[in-house]
């Protein structure tokens, strides 16, 4: 098993995948986070990374072909009586691989002279809708990572000069102090942060207005401390991928190449995160198909979330949805398991 | 019949792909790894944007700062365009015609009023659109409608304290004394606060 | 050596689609013995082969076949960018041979020597390194042979193992052969190739019956 392992994780490298990956983190971690050259952002350093699975997904496509080209599949139909050596150890081959990129992407944060983010927050606008002067209700665009908050910049010249301070209730009956002169900062409560939405009441004839296109939610940045751990949830995410990806080659039999397509244009799909609103507007048959797609499948984009606004979904994944979302891949590797009797 | 199934599963796995492909194609979402050519994008779009800092290039400035938020949602690189093109570029230091120091500031403003609702932290936004409409444009345009907008994005600016990142007791505490001043008042008040703020800026700078 | 027969055959019928391609057959091979199936271009030599080593089902007639079978191809496919000696590697890796008894150590061990003994047998150690590619197409036969005889099989299937083999090669196959004593051998070629030397038992595809 374990010349299988390093045989296909030798394949899956070619004779420059070590050097091109050690020259791609360098330069994603100069391009993120150089004093002078770079973006300063984790979320795009994590962008930069996982591009090291999508490779890894490709590759393993082609290889498969390559050696199902070569005879393999005789050869493991007539040396392994169970089959499931072949597909796990390529399984194995990938995960590692996978993982090695991942953890390799940690070294130049340690060893160059890098300016890292830390902990810190980001801003979102806010979509408010002014139901009467009783309601505010803000559309957050799904779930929220926990630790948001809405900061309102609220209108108090309509009001008596004399009330400075006021209660804002949300529907729950929850109060907090509004102050003349200060933003406001309502802490998202957890049924608030599952729902994306929030509505919240000011004090009856108060004569409070909200600044509507100055309401934004804060959303807490992580610092790359925890970039292990959100690299850890694109494993999550791509792993299961890849149980598929050898399912469809293996026990569906198509072109590895073609399986790996599929697979990538699944992982986007469930990677994506439609705007709340394309629901309510009038769609194409295109986009509304798409959008039936995504909601059959798991939500765990929050695992794949990279790029500079990766903190709106970080931590948004539930874990029903990514047990599922393991389950599927777990069934989809004993699928790559299981050999079909022959024709 | 048991020949035919693989056949027909390729053929089922090819039309999904074909379908996704062409969505991705007519950009209905996005694909995985999208985000990292997003990124190199916008490091790029910021690369430009110095560039067009230091030839002057005040358009460009305005437009890599405004690509650089639409593929980032980081506003600093636009908020500092329209500081320069509405604030500095109409500025006297510049030695302009009139006419062009006042086609700046309401460059500058407009730029300000158009991004104000996807600025992340759109407060500074507004104390910058507040000194360009009533220090640069209105002595310029002699326009009632500048300094009316000035002070009305001046009051926005109080009412926030200045911003999470920026509150300041003094700004809160001014917006409450702007409360209790009487409504005819309150116009007066407010720029005797804009002009204070700018000496003190100006005090500031000399230091 | 076993009293039981290694591979057996009774009645055995093959078809292709709905054409009968050969058959009734029948044959019995022990431990240590050497069959001959030979017969002319199309009497089904080449279906024989696959339905003994299960890549596709008799259409009637009772099989007996071992689990660990070695097959050596007419026509052979190689990962031609590997070199013999990781594509051995990663062949013992797939298993075939009795893994149930013994410690990793042991069964490291046990490959590596199986590993040498393979390319000593064949011939082959002065290329083991070499990628397959690169080798001629009487290397690559030899290959095929030693690839087939690796992990012990219990029976070594060989379709027309004379192809492309200098007289260096076909003495290293008869060496190999001589060295199998617990394993069956079952040759497969056309009549009057000279293989007839190689094995005493020959199943004529015409006549069917040994």
Redesign the interface.
Known sequence: MKFLVLGFAREMLGRWGLLLLTAAIFTAAQLSFDAQLGDASLGSYLAYISLWAVVLLFRCGWVLQRRRAAGWPLEEQLRDPHGYRAPLAEFLACALLMAFGFLAALVPLGTLPLELPQDDVALYPVRCQIENDQTWVFELEGRVPSGSELLLTIDWSAGSPAKQELPITNHAGNAHNATAGEIFHWPLSPAELAAGRVSLSPPMGAGLRVFQPLARLQVPRPGVHLLLRLLGAQLLFFLPLLALLLALARFGRIHASLAAWAVFCLGSLVAYRPPPRLADAGLGLLAKTVLLCKQALPAVEGLATSGHRFERLVGTTTLPAIALWLMLGTLALLLACKRRKPR | M??IK?HI??LV??I??G??????L?Q??????S??T???R??WT?RRFQQADAEQDLLGLRDFGAAYLS????GTLLDFAIYQIGFSASGPSMFRHPSDALDWALIGSEAGDSY????????PT?QTQAHILVERAFPLSHNPAHLANGLEAL??W????G??NQ?SSL??????E???TALDD?PTYLLLRLSGESALESHESDR | MSANPILQFEQLVLSRGKQRVAGPLDLSLMAGERGLVSGANGSGKTTLVLAIAGLIKPTSGRLERPARIGLVPQEPDFPLHLSCHSYFQQLLGLGGRDHSSGSTTNKSTSSNQQLSQALQLFGLEDVAKRPIGELSRGWRQRLNLARGWLSEPSLLILDEPQTALDPDGMAALTAALASLRQTAVLIVAPAGVGCQNLAPLVLDLSGGRV
């Not at chain 2, 379908?19 to 991705?24: A, E, G, N």
């Open positions: 048991n020949a693989p599963f390729t796995v090819a999904w792909v379908f996704v492909s062409l969505c991705l007519l209905t979402f996005t694909p995985l790894g985000e990292a997003n990124s190199a916008s490091w910021a593929r980032t949602g980081d104000l609702s996807v600025l992340p932290a759109p407060w507004l009051s926005q109080m009412a926030s304290g911003g999470p509150a700004t809160s505490a001014g917006y409450r702007f409360l209790a309150r």
